[in-house]
């Protein structure tokens, strides 16, 4: 749970949560097997609002996700690939 609460902490500093390196490195710190890191804006625009960002990082952060081998889904698609995983690798041979 410290880890979770670290990484939550750190994502709140307004420094990584704007800065395309900073949210690169998070994800990189985050990217390893049966592992969550969930990217959320409200809005994405030029001039977003102070829960939103722009284009270009959630460009950057969708690269740095896909470069560190991350799978990509959105919220409402998740828990069903988690469900077809565990029942993939629990059937055996």
């Known amino acids: 749970m410290g880890r979770v609460a670290k990484v939550r902490r750190n994502a709140r500093d307004s420094s990584c949560s704007t ?3 900073a949210v690169a490195a998070l994800i990189k710190r ?3 097997p049966r592992s969550w890191l969930i990217f959320f804006a409200h809005d ?3 001039d977003p609002s102070s829960y939103g960002c722009t284009p270009a990082l959630f460009e950057s952060a969708l690269k ?12 409402r698609d998740a828990p069903g690939f988690i ?11």
């Open 83 to 93: 469900r077809f995983r565990d029942k993939v690798s629990n059937a055996g041979p």
């Open 44 to 46: 994405v625009a030029d």
């Open 64 to 75: 740095s996700a896909n470069d560190a081998g991350c799978r990509v889904l959105p919220m």
């Open 19 to 21: 800065n395309p390196q």
């Open 30 to 32: 985050s990217a390893k």
